[in-house]
Each structure stands twice: as structure tokens, then as C-alpha cells.
């Protein structure tokens, strides 16, 4: 009888990530909260709930992997239109998570950033955010950005009227602006390109995220539900990015 019984020894793909060839940084889209709810009969929120581990899951391995930046879509412009019930829950979740992640990004010296239009958040969302901000700041092993009340469109609008006031003002010549001027205006200023944008769920749209920062990304969409990504998905994924040819225009003999 014992012969027969399957022995599963789990077996991580960690080991197969090459640690020369790690994405700079790397964005997620954390979809899938409210069907995974839904799946097992419960209020969209608790998928919110359950989402939480799966961003602590993330934060470790990426910061343990070496990884200089995770950048997460945790609430989009657009997501104001939810029903106020949820997006309340969202916002407090979002202060109960940040006060007790403090301890792991102190643990993993991690710096907390947050990109979007943080003024109109709830004054509560904003003072929590700011103090870990604070708090974080001397960190120096990988920058976490919260993307938050966050869209590329209205980014991307940010950067022409304060590029457009410079004009104005005679800081910088129309001529002068380049890729490099555009990149110092946006909420990613500090940020390398994103080299691998993940989103979760199985949805394959951007949604309004990082526009131009994903020019050259590589994109992994997986089915697995928010809730349910495990640091074993982070790894596939950082996997499935190394084994792509990123040729940035150029033919495959040239990289030879
Ligand atoms: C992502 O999960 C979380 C946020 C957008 C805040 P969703 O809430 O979008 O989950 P689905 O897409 O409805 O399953
Ligand atoms: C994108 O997810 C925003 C976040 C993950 C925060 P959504 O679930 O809101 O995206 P759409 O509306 O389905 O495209
Ligand atoms: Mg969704």
C-alpha cells in the first residue's frame, strides 16, 4: 500500500531565474478580487481582503529576488465609479494594510512610493500613506510604488501643462523636449522603464496603466485570480520575461 502513495515534493521554479538577466521593474495589475469573492459566494470585498497576502506575497519575493522596483495598480481614476461601499472598503483596507506592512518594508528595506493623483484621496488614505512614506524613505532595496487614484491619460496630461507652463516661462525651449524631459515630469520620474507588466485575472487590456512606460515591457497575462497569486507566479512569470528575445527594433542576428 505505502509504495503507492504520490509523494509531491514541490519543487520551486525560484532556482530556474537567472539573477543576471532580472527585470528592473516590474508592474502589476491586480485583477481578479471580485470574481475570486464570487467564486465561493461572498461580497466583492472580501476578495479585496484576500488580495492583501497575495501583495505582501509579492513585495517579499520580489524584494528577495533583488528586484529594484514593483510598481502595483491598487485603485485607477476610473475605479471611483464603483459602488461607494466598495470603495470606501477599498480605502480603509488600504490603511489597515499600509500600517501593518510598515514592519515588512522595514524588515526588507523597502522604500513606499505612491504614484497618481493623491489629493483626492480620503484625508485618512493620504495621512497613512504619507507617514509610511516617510518612513520608508532612506530605504535602498527596491522602491514599492502604490499606483493610487492613478491614470496614464491624466499623467500624461499632468506632464503637458507643467511642460507647457516651462514653455511659457522660458525654462525649456519647445526644441529641448524629448523623451528625457518627458520622462522627469511624470508621477515615475525616479522609475527605470517597466521591463515586465504582469496583470492577473486572465482580462489581457491595460486599463489605463503606465502607457508610456510599458512602450518596450514584455507582458505576461496569467488566468490566476488576484487572491491566489503565490510568489511561485511571480517567479513563472520573471521566467517566462527571460525567456523572450527583447529586441527594441532590432533584428534577431543583430543581438547575436
Ligand atoms: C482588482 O480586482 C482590484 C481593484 C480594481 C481595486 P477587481 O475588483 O477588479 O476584481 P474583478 O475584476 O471584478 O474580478
Ligand atoms: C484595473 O482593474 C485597475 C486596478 C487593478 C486597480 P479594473 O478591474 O478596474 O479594470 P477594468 O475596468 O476591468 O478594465
Ligand atoms: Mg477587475
Redesign the pocket.
Known sequence: MGENRVIRVMISSKANINLEKLPHHIAI???GNGRWAKKRGKFRVFGHENGVKAVRNTVEASAELGIEALTL????T??WKRPQKEVDRLMGLLVSSLNNELKTFIKNDIKLCAIGNLEQLPEKTLKTLKKVIEATKDHKKMTLSLALNYGSRDEIINVVKNIANKVKNNIINTEDIDQVIINKHLYTQNLPDVDLLIRTSG?Q?I?NFLLWQIAYAEIVFTEVLWPDFKKEDLYNAIIDYQNRERRFGKTSEQLK
Open positions: 495589475i491586480m485583477d495598480y491598487a485603485f485607477s476610473e475605479n482580462e487590456r486599463s
